[in-house]
């Protein structure tokens, strides 16, 4: 069955656009959750949806923001982009809570600020 | 604070040995501990999963244990090949106030030397 998808895999924007980054989970799995992953830092958690709720959230500033859609697909927004937000933004989806099912990954999309 | 440290940052070996990667936790309430394997510019790939109940679990070459009581765990893998060439992420969920919440250690980076 096909894997989580991340779309676009690569892009280039400049401080102070946006982004909007998109995922679409594997057929019928509710739970995604994002994160962000640069060398310094490693793996954060962004937020995590469930059957169109955000459940939690990490410890990101307002300017980071997502939302689910009712197909479970799910989109991340990053508003006035900073040099600093240059990283990898993966996407993971999972059966139901996170209570013991896998957790899939999104191979990521690569964000460059410039 | 909820965090996840593992060791050592680095490892190298030589082909056909074997290793042991390390996690401690601090992450409570505890829900499950997961490994996962990430190749460089790849998203994350399960390993294993474990619950609190659960001692060890084994995934081909890849055992991994965990000690719920001392919050440890360790990844072992043997027999390595270059492919196990990555970096092995230690993943804890919560339950509770933390559930759907991801905590990451910063990875072991591994190489495997022929």
């Known amino acids: 069955k096909a894997g989580v998808t991340q779309t676009p895999r690569y892009l280039i924007k400049t401080r102070g656009q946006q982004v909007t980054l998109s995922c679409s989970p594997i057929?019928?799995?509710?739970?995604v959750s994002w994160y962000q992953q640069t060398p310094g830092q490693g793996l954060q958690f962004l937020f995590e949806y469930f059957s169109e709720t955000q459940r939690n959230k990490g410890n990101f500033p307002g300017r980071f923001s997502g939302r689910q859609f009712s197909n479970s697909r799910s989109e991340m927004n990053v508003s006035t982009l900073e040099l600093g937000d240059s990283a990898l933004y993966l996407c993971?989806?999972?059966?139901?809570?996170?209570?013991?099912?896998?957790?899939?990954f999104g191979e990521g999309s690569w964000l460059t600020v410039v | 604070k909820n965090q996840v440290e593992q060791s050592p940052q680095s490892l190298i070996i030589l082909e056909g040995k074997n290793c042991t990667l390390q996690c401690n936790y601090t992450v409570s309430p505890f829900s499950n501990l997961r490994w996962y394997k990430q190749d460089t510019g790849r998203g994350p790939v399960s390993l294993t999963i474990?619950?609190?109940?659960?001692n060890t679990k084994s995934n081909g070459r890849y055992t991994a244990t965990l000690d719920a009581d001392t919050k440890q765990s360790s990844l072992h893998i043997t027999a390595s090949q270059l492919s196990d060439s990555a970096s092995y992420i230690c993943v804890v969920s919560g339950r509770g106030s933390t559930l759907g919440r991801l905590y990451f250690g910063r990875g072991t980076q591994l190489t495997v030397w022929p």
């Open positions: 993971a989806s999972s059966l139901e809570a996170y209570t013991g099912n896998t957790i899939y």
């Open positions: 057929s019928g799995h509710r739970s």
């Open positions: 474990m619950t609190f109940s659960e």
